[in-house]
Nanobody
Framework: QVQLVESGGGLVQAGGSLRLSCAAS????????MGWFRQAPGKEREFVGV????????FYADSVKGRFTISRDNAKNTVYLQMNSLKPEDTAVYYC??????????WGQGTQVTVSS
């Protein structure tokens, strides 16, 4: 079972940037697609984006397309979420997840991102 640990969250002003990291251990990282999700207070968890095992293919939710970029470094067992032009509505706990056998089977503990207006 792969273990995931997110980091890089914090408080940022609207229009600013943050880069989240998700470090994986205990699995075959370079065989998994990796997804990012977020959950705002009182809302359901929302898909943000996904990157395939090689890093050559990504897909984003419309709400973040053009502002967020997912990348990965398989040598470091780490996936990243670069967030630019942040908006207050991006405030949420952000989670990474490993897609194993077609489902997001392993999740990190989450990292808080707060965007002030």
């Amino acid at each position: 079972q792969v273990q995931l640990v997110e980091s890089g969250g914090g408080l940022v002003q609207a229009g600013g940037s943050l880069r989240l990291s998700c470090a994986a251990s205990g699995g075959t990282f370079n065989s998994y697609a990796m997804g990012w999700f977020r959950q705002a207070p009182g809302k359901e968890r929302e898909f943000v984006g996904v990157i395939n095992w090689s890093g050559f293919s990504t897909f984003y939710a419309d709400s973040v397309k053009g502002r967020f970029t997912i990348s990965r470094d398989n040598a470091k067992n780490t996936v990243y979420l670069q967030m630019n032009s942040l908006k207050p509505e991006d405030t949420a706990v952000y989670y990474c997840a490993a897609k194993i056998a077609g489902s997001y089977a392993s999740w990190g503990q989450g990292t808080q991102v707060t965007v002030s207006s």
